[in-house]
């Protein structure tokens, strides 16, 4: 159990906390902004269910296991390690919700140990080109053991979406090793979304799932985000959650959005401090799909609509200021699910006119309707990939 430091607003931190635990409800319930309904209705997860598997490139007598209940030997050495996603710092570690959560490091020796305490997610631990799959660990120590002589470099990414908040400890060499700098930051490029941006179900081979189905097919480091910055060489950070909205998320809430979420660090913990991160070199947003969703229960007459649609842009337009206030060289882009409807694009198209109005300039991307064959009419694979291809030929043109 990951408990917050300090004290916290009691009220703000339960209204937080219920958002992030009744958006993913929803979504795999099937109300998503389609209106389609999920055929099968929604389970928890089993666990805790260690599951360490060694990939196909792993070199011969290379051993992974997970120890539960252990924690690193003094006599061990924290690597230095370089960290991408949106995590809070503590001396025991990190303290990390958001998805993509990532961080690699280097050595020499034949053995290295990964501190986790995470009994929810899912994660790819990649040595050189060899990879270990975790699922729903616990607080322990993952072993990784027979590796060849020279320089080793590892990375720990969460690929799943889950409720509560998780903690990586590091990196940890024991003797007989040699801890080495990690490697140069490279460009950053953030995502802010929805379950479209977090590749929610996105691996599934169709759209009917289950929880523990969907769950174990979600695969951020697979979503358009992430195969955008890979092929542009450059790191990312998500700030993406499923069924959230800008001003108004799936199912009507309005208490707690993007707008309140964005800024924290550790959404559970409101309390939390943001560890250090770089500010974004380019920014893409993706916002707005569960924001015009309609409730079955709202006034959908045509002065409504625009009533709503006027709202969202400005929102946004006060959003779009913001990411230019914290980065003010990044390029800003404005991804719109154009299948979502022209109230959606329009309010898009309004908003990047007035940033474009007070000096500032923003790219607007309108994709075109998706085939949405993963779980819960979400997009597949080859959707995120033709997003990707999309995203990667705007940042490589100039702006």
């Known amino acids: 159990m990951i408990a917050a430091e300090g ?29 389609l309904i999920a055929a099968q209705a929604p389970r928890a997860a089993e666990g805790p269910v260690p599951q360490v598997q060694p990939g196909q490139h792993a070199p011969a007598g290379m051993d992974a296991r997970f120890e539960p209940g252990a ?17 809070s710092l503590r001396p025991d570690g990190y303290i990390h919700q958001w998805p993509a959560f990532r961080a690699s490091a280097r050595f020499t020796g034949p053995r290295i140990a990964l501190a986790i305490d995470d009994a929810a997610n899912r994660y790819r631990i990649t040595v050189d080109e060899a990879t270990v799959m975790l699922t729903r660990p616990g607080e322990g120590l993952l072993w990784i053991d027979g590796l060849g002589r020279g320089e080793h470099r590892i990375s720990i990414e969460k690929l799943s979406e889950t409720l509560e908040p998780a903690r990586f400890g590091g990196f940890f060499l024991p003797a007989g090793g040699t801890a ?12 802010v979304g929805d379950s479209d941006t977090v590749g929610y179900g996105n691996t599934a081979p169709g759209r009917d799932c289950t929880a523990e189905q969907q769950y174990l097919a979600t695969d951020t480091s697979k979503a358009y985000g992430p195969l955008t910055a890979r ?39 409101p309390d939390a401090p943001r560890a250090p991160e770089p500010a974004a070199d380019a920014v893409v947003i993706g916002l707005g799909s569960n924001d015009f969703a309609r409730p079955s229960d709202a006034d959908d007459s045509r002065e409504a609509t625009l009533r709503f649609q006027r709202a969202f842009s ?14 003010p060289d990044a390029r800003i882009v404005l991804l719109v ?30 994709l075109p309707e998706l085939a949405r064959t993963a779980c819960h009419w979400h997009p597949s694979l080859n959707d995120h990939q033709v997003i990707a291809m999309t995203l990667t030929g705007l940042l490589r043109s100039p702006p």
Not at 180 to 191: M, R, V
């Open 180 to 191: 080495l700098p990690p490697l140069a930051s490279a460009p950053l490029i953030e995502f």
């Open 231 to 269: 092929a542009l060489g450059a790191d990312y950070r998500v700030v993406a959650k499923s069924g959230i909205g800008l001003i108004r998320n799936l199912g009507g809430d309005t208490d707690v959005t993007m707008r309140d979420l964005y800024d924290l660090a550790v959404p559970a913990l």
């Open 71 to 87: 924690r690193p030997d003094p006599q061990m050495v924290l690597l230095h390690a370089h960290v991408t996603g949106r995590a």
């Open 7 to 35: 004290s916290l607003d009691h009220e703000r931190r339960m209204s937080v906390t219920a958002t992030w635990v009744a958006l993913p409800a929803l979504a795999s319930a099937g109300l998503f902004v389609l209106g």
């Open 314 to 327: 400005a929102a946004l337009l006060d959003f779009m200021h913001a990411r230019r206030a914290e980065a």
């Open 337 to 366: 699910f154009g299948e979502y409807g022209r109230n959606l694009v329009d309010a898009h198209r309004q908003a990047r006119d007035e940033f474009a109005a007070a000096g500032d300039h923003a790219d607007l991307v309108v």
